[in-house]
């Protein structure tokens, strides 16, 4: 059973930058389409970013078009959230998630079934 493992997170200061990690050690993925996901306290986990399993097609939220970008390396099992410009607004924690491709990227939560623990991502002065 495929295994997610989040790092990367830590303190930023506003206009910051972080890269988060997920990883699947021991597990070959290249199968899975990764999302990453957020929530903030009191708030719902909102999708944020994917990437499909090899033809490297993307998606995006709009609040982090422009600032954030995914990638992967299926050599390494690892998909990476470089993320730029970080504002408050971006705190939160973040999971890693994967759905098995089938042709079709999302950000919705619940076509994901294998999740991560999640890494704290806070962006404060």
């Known amino acids: 059973q495929l295994q997610l493992a989040e790092s990367g997170g830590g303190l930023v200061q506003p206009g910051g930058s972080l890269r988060l990690s997920c990883a699947a050690p021991?597990?070959?993925?290249?199968?899975?389409?990764i999302g990453w996901f957020r929530q903030a306290p009191g708030q719902e986990r909102e999708g944020v970013s994917c990437i499909s399993s090899t033809s490297g097609r993307t998606d995006y939220a709009d609040s982090v078009k422009g600032r954030f970008a995914i990638s992967r390396d299926n050599a390494k099992n690892t998909v990476y959230l470089q993320m730029n410009a970080l504002t408050p607004d971006d705190s939160g924690i973040y999971y890693c998630a994967a759905l098995v491709d089938l042709g079709a990227l999302s950000l919705q939560e619940h076509d994901y079934d294998t999740w991560g623990r999640g890494t704290q991502v806070t962006v404060s002065s």
């Open positions: 021991g597990n070959t993925w290249t199968y899975y389409v």
